[in-house]
């Protein structure tokens, strides 16, 4: 036996230059080697690769690697052949190879030279693949990313549920499935679709004692707070995760504009573009990566030293995924998630028009995603049960939870009313039916099941409402209820909770922390002035110039630009581009002397201007409003511009008027030449020359009954295009 260990050490040093082996690695090959199926649930991190790596290179024949990402594939491949002194020790087979490429990684395989085959599934599931396989001597499949066989995972892909029929059609072989991160649920799920259930399982602790865990309530000035994050810990590797492409790539510009290297990464970028920002980030030439969840799995960065998640993920095994790629070096490692309730909403309204059957499910991860980050307990000890394992300490001292402890309170009796609610319903609902019931609220499910006639009902109607999803999700930590595996979050009353009935002893509870959605919108933020001295002064200011080029004052700039120059400080003309309403032509045309105001305002009073100051370097123009603009620039008539978008003209109206206020000139004369009489243009437009105000109601009372209201409007856009910007 020691021989045999000496033997696989030597080789482990021999191929990888380890001197030993980490965790249960040495077990898991050894049982492969012996033709056992497998099953490896080990977080990010832990060497999970090197568990099919090493015994790939000593076994006879080739072992079949099934991964989902192609960059993940390269990436891996080139650290195998790196090792070798042959050529063609591991290949890739997926759709970027060419055919000369393909009949390359076949000649290898066949002479024997290839140990080690990437497949991705789609091409695994070819039948021209499956049958040039059948020939070949296959020493074991390694399913990498397991969790995307099951539904219930945080990355659910179709085609790996045709892995097994496959194997089946090539010949079978041992089969070893890996994944960092899976539940009760999703193991099962993994074994099953995959027939292994009878495979050894090898769990590693999902406890990551160096990743400092913190939620944070997600506002108007999320941007902000992330920009000064990362200025504060400059130089420093991190990733920022954002559920949408738009989201990434306007992030990704607001970080450049305040001189961070960052990039922006999403599926929907080329894979040049892709290739590029990966290497640019693992080379160091840039700091941060903006992306969606398509980035990290194929990133072997050891010292990424934060993540920051802008939406809140759509699971907790996304959520650990993807912080899992911090501080795998064993540093710091900083995870801070932003959380507004508003976000869960969004991504529920996304799962409408999916299978009833996927709406639950999402459902079911969203609400385990709003325990976790609403909860005021220890985020590790939560994490760590949500992968069905005991954390024993109370305090885990590194998360903010735990940083920043609330107050206890008694929560024996509301446990016991919840206890005694869930054995009346005979075990059979979820969390949010358990709440109605104890609080006593007839709904028509809870009518329908004629659980109002019960006993039980309404008994914890006098208790404070907020304390029932606190005691029920500390209950299932305590052990005292658990989640029903098969059926999703149907609520049990374990061997504990019984005992506990019978004889109740205290059980402390922290009440979840309060997110209010209040201050965060996602639209635009129109902001408070703070500095009510400087808005007084840029109206006196605007005043002048109002004076000076003989218009009226709110084409020089309406009040909630104003409003914000007196909450941002901006002191140069870029910067002022970045104010509501100020296009480039308008920053140009009036905005040097406000600059200066706000500079010496500044200088006098020692104000410390927001460094981070938020900078658009593009307009958010939505893709409607560049079509508009684009057509008009053609001088399609606006009635054909209205029909070819789907808008009434009314409509059409509003988006061009949108788009002349937030300072970007169009030019309408053509139209206006057409179908409206030159003097009826110039009375309008002298009218709001000397008007003190663009309201629409006020001109029409003026001008009077033989100009309409479209005719006003039009004259307006004009007049704003021709003096505001």
Not at 441 to 460: K, Y
Request: net charge negative; proline share 3%; aromatic share 8%.
């Amino acid at each position: 036996m020691a021989n045999k260990q000496q033997d696989l050490t030597t080789k482990l040093k021999h191929y990888f230059g380890f001197d030993k082996f980490k965790g249960d690695q040495e077990a898991i090959i050894r049982n492969l080697l012996a033709g056992h199926d497998a099953f490896v649930l080990m977080p990010t991190g832990g060497g999970k690769s090197l568990c099919y790596q090493l015994p790939s290179l000593i076994m006879e024949g080739t072992a079949i690697v099934i991964s989902p990402l192609i960059a993940l594939m390269k990436n891996q491949v080139d650290v195998i052949n790196g090792l070798s002194e042959e050529e063609g020790v591991a290949h890739y087979l997926n759709s970027s190879l060419n055919k000369a490429a393909i009949q390359q990684v076949m000649d290898d395989v066949k002479e024997g030279k290839t140990k080690l085959l990437y497949v991705a599934p789609e091409s695994l599931n070819k039948d021209e693949n499956v049958e040039f396989l059948r020939g070949v001597k296959i020493s074991f499949y390694a399913i990498d990313e397991a969790h995307c066989i099951s539904e219930w995972g945080h990355d659910f892909r179709p085609e790996y549920r045709n892995i097994r029929p496959t194997i089946n059609k090539i010949g079978n072989a041992p089969v070893i499935a890996l994944t960092a991160t899976a539940t009760d649920k999703v193991r099962t799920d993994i074994k099953k679709s995959l027939g292994i259930v009878d495979a050894i399982e090898f769990k590693s602790s999902f406890n990551r004692p160096n990743l400092y865990y913190e939620v944070r309530q997600k506002s108007k000035d999320v941007d902000k707070q992330i920009i000064r994050f990362i200025k504060q810990n400059p130089g420093k590797s991190g990733i920022v995760y954002c559920l949408s492409r738009k989201k990434v790539e306007e992030l990704a510009a607001v970080l450049q504009a305040n001189d961070i290297k960052a990039a922006a990464y999403h599926a929907g970028l080329d894979s040049q573009t892709r290739s590029q920002t990966q290497d640019d980030f693992l080379m160091e030439r840039i700091d941060i990566i903006v992306a969606t969840i398509a980035f990290g799995m194929g990133i072997d960065k050891p010292d990424v030293r934060f993540v920051i998640h802008y939406d809140i993920p759509k699971s907790l095994e996304g959520y650990y995924q993807e912080t899992g790629r911090a501080g795998r070096d064993g540093g710091e490692g900083m995870c801070i998630a932003f959380y507004a309730y508003k976000d869960l909403q969004k991504l529920e309204k996304f799962m409408e028009g999916k299978p009833v059957a996927e709406q639950d499910i999402g459902r079911q991860l969203l609400q385990e995603t709003a325990a976790y980050a609403e909860s005021s307990v220890c985020r590790r000890k939560m994490l760590l049960h949500y992968f069905g394992e005991e954390y024993p300490k109370d305090n885990c001292e590194n998360c903010d939870n735990c940083l920043h402890p609330k107050e206890k309170r008694e929560g024996k009796e509301a446990l016991l009313i919840v206890l005694k609610a869930i054995l009346a319903i005979k075990e059979n609902f979820r969390q949010d039916y358990v709440i109605d019931f104890v609080m006593g609220r007839s709904t028509d499910d809870i009518v329908s099941h004629h659980h109002d006639e019960l006993e039980e009902f309404g008994e914890g109607e006098d208790e404070d409402p907020k304390i029932w999803n606190p005691v029920i999700r500390q209950a299932l930590i305590a052990g005292y209820l658990r989640k029903e595996v098969e059926n999703y979050g149907l609520l049990k009353v374990t061997a504990a909770g019984k005992r506990f009935m019978q004889n109740p002893h205290t059980f402390m509870i922290v009440e979840d922390t309060e997110f209010s959605d209040d201050d965060y919108d996602d639209g635009e933020a129109t902001g408070t002035a703070l500095d009510l001295t400087l808005i007084a002064m840029l109206k006196d200011l605007r005043k002048q110039m109002a004076k000076k080029y003989n218009l009226p004052t709110y084409v020089i700039f309406q009040d909630i630009s104003l409003e914000q120059m007196a909450t941002m400080y901006p002191v140069t003309l870029q910067e002022l581009q970045n104010i509501q309403g100020v296009g480039a032509g308008k920053a140009k045309r009036y905005g040097q002397p406000f600059c200066d105001l706000i500079k010496a305002h500044c200088d006098e009073n020692e104000i410390e201007r927001p460094e981070d100051m938020r900078v658009r370097t593009v307009a958010k123009k939505s893709m409607l409003k560049v079509k508009i603009i684009q057509s008009i620039d053609r001088q399609i008539d606006l009635d054909d511009i209205a029909n070819a978008q789907g808008l009434d003209f009314d409509e059409l109206l509003n988006e061009v008027e949108a788009i002349v206020y937030s300072g970007t000139k169009i030019n309408i004369d053509y139209f206006l030449e057409e179908v409206m009489d030159d003097d009826h243009v110039d009375d309008i437009y002298d009218y709001f020359r000397e008007s003190e105000t663009d309201n629409l109601d006020v001109a029409q009372d003026a001008l009077g009954p033989e100009y309409s209201e479209d005719e006003i409007r039009l004259v307006r856009i004009k007049f704003l295009s021709e003096q505001a910007n």
